[in-house]
């Protein structure tokens, strides 16, 4: 356990700041209104977008279709998220997107109180706005994933930990307790908090009292009720979306490579913003400084353990660059704080200008996204991944229709999904193809023989040997491919009947 010879002075402080002065809140009518302006641009850039929905944000919008307590990959939040938001605006892709900049909105309003809780008004308004305009928030507003809906929670859970702390009551252990569970509906990462709440208690006294109460284990016992029934679900459908998580690192072999944590630890430059990441290291490094204060380090507590095992997990394992999103929230308010109070704003200016700049940029070049073209990257378009969706979709339903196939079946979830959005509202029955290397990736609308034929069967892989197990008939119809801008999505096609009795999984493809 270590101990600090400034805690008094800091515990004093974090009380002082506890109790905002009435004065102090004339920021907040001027930070609604930037946050509501550029949630309002933001909107709007999303109607204007003609980037196609990625296949994860489809797979997101019809798991909306089939509401449940679990899915194959991810935990349900986003899907019901989805589902209120097509009973507003409808299916376009804008309205997917939608609850996006609108959630972001109010995880920078839960930051500005939290910061106002722990330090000051004026602080508390600074770690808003750097939140709203960090380069990865900024990119996040953008796309709809379970990174949205987290991070309010994240947000809420800490401005319910910091109640706690301050002035425990029996109402912020139930907000904790809700905004944990429903964290953990939102994505499993929300179970960082635990050990962030740990590492405090061993760098504060505040934090050590929280843990002593009966309030943050009651706020834990609430979020475990809130999380059951995912669990129940997973236990009827043998631990599915627990597996799938689990095998994104366990299920890949395991080979030591340094590279990878450069470029997981490279990459957190991007998500943060390179102001906010810096100093979130050099925190790290000054942390029995006298310049961090005990708000200061409960705050790091909370951010480094996400960040360090993600670091750890890159050395035999790919890490991907959102994986320690959560650190971005003290990390954030930890920014604010150490350059207000080191009167050094000339970075945050730097750290918020940065993010205006690139959402004035994706604002333009989203409306335009088929048209950029840059020489020098591997892929010259940037939206590469997010591209040509909506032709292959309607290329496969035009098929569908020429050869008069009431059922389309594909092998790869994905696809499937791009396949339910952009052939959606018509005749097409859509049914996925579990294979050997996935075979349950959805149990709701699989492939079976009692499937109308004849079907359109569309795949990556031109092999017809694992096919004919299944159907008697199979007809190659070629390769076919779709092109937008310098983007081309490729597939292979085949006509199915005369099925041979249960079809069960395709094995993997040998091509």
Request: net charge positive; aromatic share 14%; proline share 5%.
């Amino acid at each position: 356990m270590t101990s600090f010879s400034d805690q008094s002075r800091s515990l004093e402080n974090w009380s002082r700041a506890s109790q905002s002065q009435p004065a102090e809140r004339s920021r907040l009518p001027l930070l609604i209104a930037i946050l509501a302006a550029l949630t309002i641009a933001r909107l709007i850039g999303l109607h204007f977008s003609v980037v196609d929905l990625f296949f994860d944000e489809a797979q997101y919008w019809w798991w909306g279709h089939d509401l449940a307590f679990g899915y194959f990959s991810k935990p349900p939040f986003l899907a019901w998220t989805i589902a209120a938001a097509r009973q507003v605006c409808g299916d376009a892709e804008w309205c997917v997107r939608a609850p996006a900049p609108l959630f972001y909105f109010a995880t920078s309003m839960v930051i500005y109180f939290v910061t106002r809780r722990l330090y000051d008004e004026a602080t508390g308004f600074w770690a808003a706005v750097l939140m709203a305009l960090t380069t990865g928030v900024v990119f996040s507003t953008r796309v709809i994933s379970t990174d949205v809906p987290l991070l309010f929670f994240w947000s809420l859970a800490l401005l319910a930990y910091v109640h706690l702390a301050t002035a425990p009551q029996k109402r912020w252990a139930v907000v904790l307790g809700i905004s944990i569970g429903l964290g953990l509906l939102s994505k499993y990462a929300m179970i960082y908090f635990v050990p962030g709440a740990l590492l405090a208690a061993l760098l504060s006294q505040r934090a050590r009292n929280v843990l002593k109460g009966p309030h943050f284990w009651a706020g834990l016992f609430i979020a475990a009720l809130v999380i059951l029934p995912n669990i129940i679900w997973n236990y009827a459908h043998s631990f599915m979306t627990f597996k799938h998580t689990g095998g994104l690192v366990l299920g890949e072999q395991f080979h030591l490579n340094f590279i990878r944590v450069l470029e997981f630890f490279g990459a957190q430059f991007g998500v943060f913003g390179p102001v906010v990441f810096a100093v979130m290291i050099i925190a790290v490094f000054k942390l029995r400084s006298p310049d961090i204060i005990e708000q200061d380090r409960v705050m790091i507590a909370f951010y480094i353990f996400p960040v360090t095992l993600i670091l750890i997990i890159a050395i035999g394992a790919h890490a991907y660059a959102n994986w320690a999103a959560t650190s971005i929230v003290s990390g954030v308010v930890l920014t604010a704080a150490l350059l207000v109070r080191q009167k050094k704003m000339v970075w945050l200016w730097v750290s918020i200008a940065l993010g205006l700049v690139m959402q004035i940029t994706l604002l333009f070049t989203d409306p335009i996204a088929p048209k950029i073209s840059v020489p020098f990257l591997k892929a010259p378009n940037p939206y590469n991944r997010t591209l040509a969706w909506r032709a292959y979709g309607e290329r496969v339903g035009q098929l569908a229709e020429e050869i008069g196939a009431p059922t389309i079946a594909n092998d790869f979830r994905g696809q499937v999904s791009a396949l339910r959005y952009y052939w959606r509202d018509k005749p097409a029955e859509i049914l996925s193809w579990g294979t050997t290397d996935s075979p349950n990736f959805d149990v709701v609308h699989p492939l079976t023989q009692s499937a109308k034929e004849p079907i359109l069967f569309v795949t990556s892989c031109p092999d017809e040997k694992r096919i004919k197990k299944f159907y008697a008939d199979v007809r190659p119809l070629g390769q076919y491919q779709v092109t937008v801008g310098t983007t081309t999505r490729a597939f292979s096609a085949f006509r199915l009947a005369q099925s041979r009795g249960p079809i069960g999984v395709l094995e993997q493809c040998k091509y």
